[in-house]
C-alpha cells in the first residue's frame, strides 16, 4: 500500500477569488516576497485521484495551505470540505484536522470535532505559528490537547518567509531553514520530552536536515562551545539528540520536486524507517509523471524490500489507523 502524507488542497470556495478561469496560474505575494502560488489543481480533486490511480497512490492525507495560518471559522469551513471529500472518496482522501493553534479553547474545541464528529486521525499545523516557535510554551495547551486525542501532527513549512525577499528565496531555501531549526527546537526545547506520545511528521524531509547534522549535533557538546550555564543556548534534551530522529520523528519525502536524490541524502544520516513518503501535490508536482519517478526512485534504492514498503506506506499507516 502507498500513502502519500503531503497532498494539499484548497476548497473551491476559497481559491475561486484568488485565480479566473481564464488564468493558469497566479502567486500572492506577501510582504514583497511570493507566499503562495495559486491554480486549478488546488481545487480539482476529480484530477487528483486519476493522477494517484496512474501513480499507483492508494491513499492521500490532505492539509490545507487555506487552513494553515487561517482563523477558526476559515478552518472550520477547510475541515467540513476534507470531511466531504473523505466520505466522496472513501478510503483515497485522508483529512487533517486545521485549527489556529493559539486560538484558545475555541481551538482546542475544533481539535476535539476534528478527532471525534470528523473522524480525523492527525492535525496540520504551520512551522511557525505567526511569531510563535514550536518550542513555545504557549502552544503548550494545543500539545496537551493533541496527545490527549491521541493525534499526529503533520508540521508544514509556514507559507510566508519575508525575510526573504529576493529571488523567491523564501520558498526556495526560507522554508527549508525553517524546517531545519524546527526540528532542533521540538527536540532542544523539550517539547518530545514534555509530551512523550506525541507523534510528529516533519514535511520535507526536515528541511534537508540529514545534509547538516555533522554540523548540528556537534553544538549540542555544550561543555565544547562554553554555553552549558547558558539558560537558552546550554538547554539539551533528556536524551542524546539522534536518538529524537531515529526514535521520536518521521520525516517526509516531500518538498524536493519528486527527486529521488533528496531521499538518497536524507538516508546517510536517517533510518528508512523514519520516512513516509510524501509528494507535495499538486504544488510541486502537478501531474503523475514525477509522482511515478519519486515512486520508482524509492522502490530502487539498495534497501531491504520490507524498508522501501516502510517508506511508501507501512511506516506510517498506524498514524491513521490502517
Given amino acids: 500500500m502507498i500513502i502519500d502524507f503531503h497532498i494539499h488542497h484548497t476548497p473551491y470556495e476559497l481559491a ?3 485565480i479566473s478561469p481564464e488564468e493558469t496560474i497566479r502567486t500572492v505575494f506577501k510582504d514583497g516576497a511570493p507566499a503562495y502560488t495559486f491554480h486549478h489543481n488546488l481545487y480539482d480533486l476529480e484530477y487528483q485521484i486519476e493522477c494517484m490511480d496512474k501513480a499507483g497512490i492508494d491513499a492521500a492525507v490532505i492539509s490545507s495551505g487555506a487552513g494553515l495560518g487561517a482563523d477558526l471559522e476559515q478552518c472550520k469551513f477547510v475541515n467540513d470540505k476534507l470531511r466531504e471529500a473523505e466520505i466522496k472518496y472513501p478510503g483515497r482522501i485522508i483529512g487533517l ?3 489556529p493553534q493559539l486560538g ?7 481539535l476535539t470535532r476534528g478527532a471525534k ?3 480525523f486521525k492527525g492535525v496540520a499545523m504551520p512551522s511557525i505559528v505567526g511569531d510563535t516557535e514550536l518550542d513555545s510554551q504557549d502552544l503548550y495547551p494545543f500539545y496537551e490537547k493533541v496527545s490527549e486525542l491521541g493525534q499526529f501532527i503533520f508540521v508544514h513549512p509556514a507559507l510566508s518567509q519575508d525575510r526573504y525577499l529576493d529571488f523567491d528565496l523564501g520558498r526556495s531555501a526560507g522554508r527549508e ?3 531545519c531549526t524546527t526540528t532542533i527546537r521540538l527536540i532542544n526545547g523539550g517539547v518530545l520530552d514534555d509530551f512523550p506520545d506525541l507523534q510528529f511528521i516533519i514535511s520535507h524531509l526536515g528541511g534537508g536536515i540529514a545534509a547538516i547534522l555533522g554540523r548540528v549535533e556537534p553544538y549540542n557538546d555544550k561543555e565544547f562551545w562554553g554555553t ?3 539558560p537558552r543556548h ?8 539522534r536518538y529524537y530522529l531515529e526514535n521520536r520523528l518521521l520525516f517526509d519525502t516531500g518538498g524536493f520536486f519528486g527527486n529521488p536524490n533528496a531521499v538518497k541524502c536524507a538516508l546517510v544520516e536517517l533510518k528508512p524507517e523514519r520516512l513516509v513518503f510524501g509528494t507535495d501535490y499538486p504544488q510541486e508536482i502537478r501531474d503523475e509523471k514525477l ?5 520508482d526512485g524509492i522502490k530502487d534504492l539498495p534497501l531491504k524490500p520490507e524498508q522501501i514498503a516502510g517508506i511508501l506506506g507501512n511506516n506510517g499507516r498506524h498514524l491513521i489507523g490502517l
Avoid: S, W, Y
Wanted: no cysteine; aromatic share 6%.
Fill in 117 to 119: 464528529e470528523l473522524g
Fill in 16 to 18: 475561486k477569488d484568488k
Fill in 291 to 295: 509522482i511515478i519517478n519519486l515512486r
Fill in 234 to 241: 546550554g538547554k539539551l534534551p533528556q536524551k542524546p539528540f
Fill in 177 to 179: 531553514f525553517q524546517m
Fill in 104 to 110: 484558545g479553547k475555541d481551538a482546542l474545541a475544533e
Fill in 97 to 99: 484536522t486545521h485549527v
Fill in 228 to 230: 552549558a550555564d547558558h
